[in-house]
């Protein structure tokens, strides 16, 4: 049953003429014939009783006269419901994140992003390992955060913070004291917590290994990913050494500069060609709140 037979049927049951009814529909006569017959054999019924001279609704004809309107007035609310909700779609921003930390950092722009653009819809991904480069690389997530040395190949990085490398300890650990320290100071200096990548850029990878290797087993705790790194710091078991986001520093922790190590870059990564109109806008939303000045980092 399509809408063109009950259409047709409605126009032949209202004129009670096949002729009167294609000029009504603007179709040629021979055309309703077709509907209205091929709507008869779909139901099994005759609709329509009909001589030389006259036409006239049969009693089945009359029964589904009954539901022949509000059929195909709900077809035309449907299409109508549809068409205004593809209208006002929302625009889906896949975000993929690897730790609270990127929750943390993006949330500002993301409230921005709901007031200035409130047709984009942000998505939020998070996977604390590798399979977000997948992601990324299949289109299933529109762009991902990470340290520049990391982001994945073929993508198209850009930089949003630079984020000095310090020690990070707990303000009654012996090391609080100081305002800055040497890696060479560091050894020796206690329990160290680290992460492997992906949870740490690689050069922090290898800054850590400096200083596990210059301490015994019993003396370094492993932590899979940042989130347990710092709860071990908060807790008081051991210091560490990470890339410093200053808006996500916490008061009760010191951060110690370690001014031998170059900044680390952080920024959003997307695929060549995919920068759409909602990921340029939240794009520029993430740089003036992670870097409100407006200046570019040196």
């Known amino acids: 049953m399509n809408t063109t037979q009950l259409?047709?049927?409605?126009?032949?049951?209202?004129?009670?003429?096949?002729?009167?009814?294609?000029?009504?529909?603007?179709?040629?006569?021979?055309?309703?014939?077709?509907?209205?017959?091929?709507?008869?054999?779909?139901?099994?019924?005759?609709?329509?009783?009909?001589t030389s001279k006259t036409v006239r609704l049969t009693q089945e004809g009359n029964m589904f006269l009954q539901y022949a309107g509000e059929i195909l007035k709900l077809t035309g609310i449907s299409k109508a419901r549809v068409k205004q909700s593809h209208t006002g779609q929302a625009v889906r921003l896949e975000i993929g994140c690897r730790s609270a930390a990127d929750l943390s950092l993006i949330r500002p722009a993301l409230d921005r992003l709901r007031q200035e653009a409130p047709l984009v819809l942000p998505l939020l991904r998070f996977l604390p390992f590798s399979g977000l480069d997948?992601?990324?690389?299949?289109?299933?997530?529109?762009?991902?955060?990470?340290?520049?040395?990391?982001?994945?190949?073929?993508?198209?990085?850009?930089?949003?913070?630079?984020?000095?490398?310090?020690?990070?300890?707990?303000?009654?650990?012996?090391?609080?004291?100081?305002?800055?320290?040497?890696?060479?100071?560091l050894k020796g200096a206690g329990r160290i917590a680290t992460c492997r990548p992906p949870a740490c850029p690689n050069s922090l990878f290898a800054i850590q290994g400096q200083l596990v290797t210059s301490v015994g087993p019993d003396q370094v705790i492993f932590c899979e990913t940042q989130e347990v790194l710092f709860t071990m710091v908060e807790a008081g078991y051991a210091f560490a050494v990470i890339a410093d986001f200053p808006q996500l520093r916490q008061p009760e922790l010191?951060?110690?500069?370690?001014?031998?190590?170059?900044?680390?870059?952080?920024?959003?990564?997307?695929?060549?060609?995919?920068?759409?109109?909602?990921?340029?806008?939240?794009?520029?939303?993430?740089?003036?709140?992670l870097c409100p000045e407006g200046g570019k980092h040196p």
Do not use: W
């Open 7 to 50: 259409e047709c049927f409605l126009a032949v049951a209202d004129c009670l003429n096949f002729s009167r009814a294609a000029e009504q529909l603007r179709i040629t006569q021979p055309a309703v014939s077709h509907q209205i017959r091929t709507l008869e054999d779909e139901l099994g019924v005759q609709l329509f009783s009909r």
């Open 134 to 185: 997948s992601l990324l690389a299949e289109g299933e997530i529109q762009l991902m955060f990470t340290f520049q040395e990391s982001a994945p190949k073929n993508s198209v990085y850009r930089e949003l913070v630079r984020c000095p490398v310090v020690c990070v300890c707990r303000a009654d650990h012996p090391l609080a004291a100081k305002e800055q320290m040497t890696l060479e100071e």
């Open 254 to 289: 010191r951060y110690l500069s370690l001014p031998e190590f170059p900044p680390l870059s952080f920024g959003a990564a997307y695929r060549s060609g995919s920068r759409t109109p909602a990921l340029r806008t939240f794009l520029h939303l993430l740089e003036e709140t």
